[in-house]
């Protein structure tokens, strides 16, 4: 009632948009999981003030509402909130710091319990990077702070079993930063499958690429090879061309694996779940069909990726 409700009136009067609609209702579930992910037993011990539960709420909304924001015909939405908040709520428990933007800083768990929680910059954690002469350039990825906030929040999701999208236009790194984040994942725990969507892929072309890495368990029950973890990723997500009736299959088809938990058989026409399998996406608002059906982008936690600025 505080936060979230006068924020999100707030954005549809001021026409604040995010770089792919998102429904109020999949903004609310973001913020739940990011709280999830964040009130842990070490950061928040048992008998925490009231304090420290509204430091890291303010941490979930900030990104949950904010965290899909960019820019449009010159206005920055991202820096507009940034300043609503700073004024809307400069007198509650928890103030971020003046230096910078709100979505600089994340609350530190190591604060002392007894003690108000304190925001600490992420670039405070970026990484470090050692180059490596015989590395091909292609492939070289220097740590920013966006990839370092963006990577906490996709794998936070990750291991909450939560969808992430990256939406941003081309040269912004979605893809870079997706693909670090899986490659740095346990083997022995995750595997993952890239899927590049196209302007000619449909739900047949999707479903076989889906069903490849699986096997049988038992019955019409499906998953990846031993006891992993497998995860999809589909690049460029909103790039298949509608039909005659306005429907892109290989986006329904992904919509029913999440709705129902899997889709099914063309031959036998039963039902095969799909277990220990997730999602996780990138889409560029710019091309495609610019975005994708509210059903399907419900499930995903959303998030910007703004172009690189020269403040790394």
């Known amino acids: 009632e505080q936060y979230v409700a006068p924020t999100l009136t707030m954005m549809a009067k001021e026409k604040w948009v995010h ?9 609310v579930e973001v913020i739940c999981r990011i709280l999830e992910g964040v ?13 420290v539960y509204e430091a890291y709420f303010q941490f ?33 428990a ?11 800083f994340f609350i530190d768990p ?13 670039r405070e954690i970026i990484p470090g990077y050692t180059h490596d002469r015989a590395q091909a350039y292609a492939s070289i990825t220097v740590p920013t702070m966006d990839s370092t906030r963006l990577l906490y929040l996709s794998n936070m999701m990750l291991n909450l079993k939560k969808p992430v999208m990256l939406v941003g236009p081309s040269g912004s790194a979605k893809t870079v930063v997706l693909n670090t984040l ?45 006891t992993k973890k497998l995860i999809y ?15 892109q299959s290989a986006i329904s088809i992904l919509r029913q694996h999440k709705d129902y938990g899997g889709f099914y058989d063309l031959k036998t026409l039963r039902m095969k779940k799909l277990d220990n399998t997730q999602l996780v996406s990138a889409m560029n608002p710019t091309a495609g069909s610019f ?22």
């Open 182 to 226: 899986l490659t740095g994942l346990d083997e022995d725990v995750w595997m993952y499958v890239p899927i590049a969507y196209n302007s000619f892929t449909i739900s047949f072309d999707t479903q076989a690429m889906l069903e490849a890495p699986l096997e049988k368990k038992t019955g019409t029950i499906f998953g990846p090879p031993g």
């Open 60 to 92: 979930a909304a900030v990104w949950a509402i904010g965290g899909g924001l960019g820019s449009d015909k010159g206005a920055d939405f991202r820096k507009a909130f940034d300043g609503y908040w700073r004024t809307e709520f400069a007198k509650s």
């Open 39 to 51: 009130l842990t037993p070490d950061a928040c011990p048992a008998g925490s003030e009231k304090d």
């Open 233 to 247: 990723f589909i690049d460029d997500l909103n790039m298949p061309a509608p039909d005659k009736y306005g429907t």
């Open 110 to 122: 190591s604060t002392k319990k007894g003690e108000p929680k304190r925001c600490s910059h992420w």
């Open 94 to 104: 928890m103030r971020f710091p003046d230096d910078g933007s709100i979505f600089d």
């Open 19 to 27: 770089v792919t609609p998102i429904k109020d209702f999949a903004i």
């Open 291 to 312: 975005f994708i059906i509210d059903r399907m982008q419900r499930h995903y936690a959303t998030f910007a990726t703004p172009p690189p600025e020269a403040a790394v």
